[in-house]
């Protein structure tokens, strides 16, 4: 299986399975001489750890991460930085029901029609599982970007609910088991999330990503478009079905002039009096807020009986046993957050390469 690596200059190489003895990456490309331990990246996976509330499947992994190598000292050395993460809480029995059973909506399929070969544990290499070394990752290029760039995510749409955007707060993101920056829409979610779980069903949700601060110019035209590879960094991650940046498919609705993000002088500098384009022009930074937003669809996991088929193509409903999300977009948002970092790193360095 090849395309385990995403990035140009900051490099990222995952492995490893759900149910196997650990997962981990490999990041290549980090610059030398930056400040980095165990306790840099630890915080960013603790808030995807799964089992932290109600909402969430009740796995229990520590998700300690420790550096192999490419740190000496408390500084990267600008070799291949790899990082462990132990799983310590595999129930493989539970997927014993369904080693010959699809999942619909899985890629237990796709994964049989093209390897002939699948990992029915948890769905091995298609299992979210794997984001935690998206988000060690993450956690490292933030430290490459500095202190000045910032980014942040939040959900903003579960199921058919959404946000109330005039009482956005990004301090109430840390403060409910959802990462919704909507404090009077919290008590909803809890309802309706639970209601969606104790009837085995499963549910998705809409993420919105923002960093701020970042330098105008990262990004070039045509296929080294700064947009083009957010998109399918989000998109990669595991059931993403959209991506949007700025306004999105909502632009769509409006006119030119609606649309523009005005220009105007500011203490001697461009300023803009809108950001519909979600500080991306022509595959190019503006200088304004990266906003990009990716909808998550509902887990295909699920203890309500679908109809199926098996690898001998006999018709059979499938139940998911186990212990699943029933809306894994609540800990996409710390993923989004690293993929948008690790894209960020990665335009980073190519235009110091090229503009020096």
Known sequence: MSYNTFGQMFRVTTWGESHGPAIGCVVDGCPPRLALTEADIQPFLDRRRPGQSAFTTQRREPDAVRILSGVFEGQTTGTPISLLIENTDQR????????????????????????????????????????????????????????????????????????DRSRWDWEEVERNPFFCPDAAVVPEWEEYLS?????????????????????????????GKLDSDLAAALMSIN?????????????????????????????????????????????????????????????????????SITRDGQEKDVITKGRHDPCVGIRAVPVGEAMMACVLADHLLRHRGQIG
């Open 239 to 307: 059931a993403v079905k959209g991506v949007e940046i700025g306004d999105g498919f909502a632009a769509a609705a409006l006119t030119g002039v609606e649309n523009a993000d005005p220009l105007f002088m500011e203490n001697g500098k461009v300023a803009f009096g809108a950001n519909h384009a979600g500080g991306v022009l022509g595959g190019i930074s503006s200088g304004q807020p990266i906003v990009a937003r990716f909808a998550v669809k509902p887990t295909s996991s699920m203890l309500a009986p679908v109809p």
């Open 92 to 163: 493989s029995r539970d997927y014993g029901d369904i080693a010959q059973t699809y999942r619909p909506g899985h890629a237990d399929l796709t994964y049989d029609l093209k390897y002939g070969i699948r990992d029915y544990r948890g769905g091995g290499r298609s299992s979210a599982r794997e984001t935690a070394c998206r988000v060690a990752a993450g956690a490292i290029a933030r430290r490459l970007l500095g202190d000045d760039i910032r980014v942040r995510g939040a959900l903003v749409q579960l199921g058919p609910h959404k946000i």
């Open 195 to 223: 209601g969606i779980r104790k009837a085995g069903l499963s549910i998705g949700a809409v993420i919105e990503v923002v960093a701020e601060n970042v330098p105008a110019g990262l990004g070039a035209p045509v296929y």
